[in-house]
């Protein structure tokens, strides 16, 4: 038997039906908000990441499914969507046209990470991105918009991490202080601690290292706050107080710094609890030199993107049943005889029609059979079709739930059935 790759899986129904109400809530609301949808390839040129999340990053150094294709060029499938959506940005001169540029994508990334609960292979991501400007009333506007959806979705209770990671400018001080403060500390770095304060300091900030998470807990490690220019501290505080304004549940956390390398100012993240270990619901942050280092114009720019998967683990109940409820099929069209298979088309089509989910089984060719075919996939109600029913000019149908049953004319299905199918509970 072949299966699926490790760190890969399917997603099947119904609870497929979950993952298309998430991601039709994320468009309704990211529309209402003046977005629109994006589409970049699953791959690019390796040195599109390489440039954009940076060398140092551990995506780049030993996450990326990078190969050499059948052309000799050296491709990746993308571990994010930012750089893509960048690099198209970019290509087709979308500065050009001025303004803002507010753009969502839905879609499939790809990290070779070890996988693990809420770590997988290829993982999907929901994500948006506003091009041009540099106010941090846009960076409050896109955590206005992430609550929304998140709220929609019947999230309750989150907050979201944020920090400064200031800018190329004010950043040289901050990592000098780092290195300082962790010259003396070397018996507690791995190597990849090492690697990293020497070619990315602030990434250690990051570490995984159990040792170095005592470090990193100390009121004497230097933050990035205390090291911010004039512009930026002004940016970090007018965010905030939008952001209380705006009553998004917020706490400083001078410690986030996030895995890529393309980030100025503002970066944020959303944790929930009852993921486990891999407890990043979403993250993103302002990348105001990102364009302009893939050789655009200088376009500020500011996303997020969530982990799907993640997502979809902690899900409220309520909110899963209502997208499960959404897609069931709520009654079976039951042709008793051959010669009744043709009325049963007829019969689902007006259903249909009338905006009914009605699923026709030719295969039961009997009431009993109907009827367990019926419980046996949770439809609620049947309209049997036999010869004496074409007849008479009359249809069946049975209320599985209520134990009841009725006959009635055929010209009244619509109104009959209608008013027994249960409207869907409200999300
Ligand atoms: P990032 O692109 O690293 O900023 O990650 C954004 C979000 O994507 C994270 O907060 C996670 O929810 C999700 N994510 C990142 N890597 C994975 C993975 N390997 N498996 C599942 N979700 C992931």
């Not at 490690?221 to 970090?236: A, C, I, K, T």
Request: some cysteine; overall charge neutral.
């Amino acid at each position: 038997m072949i299966t699926s790759q490790k760190g890969t899986r399917d997603l099947l129904p119904p609870e497929t039906r979950a993952w298309n109400g998430v991601e039709r809530t994320a468009r309704e609301v990211f529309s209402l908000y003046g977005f629109d949808e994006i589409r970049t390839p699953t791959f690019e040129a390796t040195e599109l990441f390489v440039r954009s999340v940076g060398e140092a990053t551990d995506i780049v150094h030993k996450e990326m499914y990078t190969f050499t294709d059948r052309g000799g060029r050296s491709v990746t499938l993308r571990p994010e969507n930012t750089a893509g959506v960048a690099r198209a940005f970019v290509e087709h001169r979308l500065a050009q046209a001025g303004g803002v540029h507010r753009l969502y994508y839905v879609g499939p990334q790809f990290r070779y990470e070890r996988p693990q609960k809420g770590r997988f292979r290829e993982f999907r991501q929901i994500g948006a991105e506003v091009l041009g400007p540099a106010d941090p009333a846009t960076d409050a506007e896109v955590l206005v918009m992430l609550f929304d959806l998140l709220g929609r979705l019947g999230f309750t209770g989150l907050s979201v991490a944020l920090n400064s990671v200031g800018t190329a400018e004010c950043r040289p001080a901050y990592v000098e202080a780092l290195q300082s403060f962790f010259a003396s500390k070397e018996g507690s770095l791995d190597e990849d601690d090492r690697r990293r304060l020497a070619e990315n300091p602030l990434r250690i900030l990051d570490s995984k290292n159990p040792a170095l998470q005592l470090l990193l807990a100390d009121p004497g490690l230097p933050s990035m706050l205390d090291f911010l220019d004039e512009d930026s501290r002004g940016h970090h505080e007018e965010l905030l107080a939008l952001l209380t304004a705006s009553r998004i549940p917020f706490r400083i956390e001078p410690r986030l710094v996030r895995g890529l390398d393309y980030y100025t100012r503002t970066v944020f993240e959303v944790t929930a609890r009852g993921l486990g270990a891999q407890d990043a619901l979403l993250g993103g942050g302002r990348y105001d030199r990102l364009v302009s280092d893939l050789g655009g114009p200088k376009t500020p720019g500011i996303g997020f993107a969530i982990g799907e998967d993640r997502l979809l683990d902690v899900l409220p109940a309520a909110t899963r049943a209502a997208f499960l409820a959404e897609g069931a099929p709520q009654v079976a069209v039951v042709p008793l005889g051959a010669e009744d298979v043709a009325e049963g088309l007829a019969v689902a089509g007006e259903l249909r029609r009338g905006g009914i989910r009605a699923e026709l089984d030719t295969s039961a060719k009997g009431p009993g059979r109907g009827i367990k075919n019926a419980l046996k996939k949770e439809i609620p109600l049947v309209v049997l079709l036999g010869e004496e029913e074409r007849r008479k000019g009359t249809f069946v149908v049975k209320d599985l739930a209520a134990s009841k049953q009725g006959e009635h004319l055929r010209a009244r299905l619509l109104e009959v059935v209608g008013a027994l199918v249960k409207p869907a509970p409200a999300t």
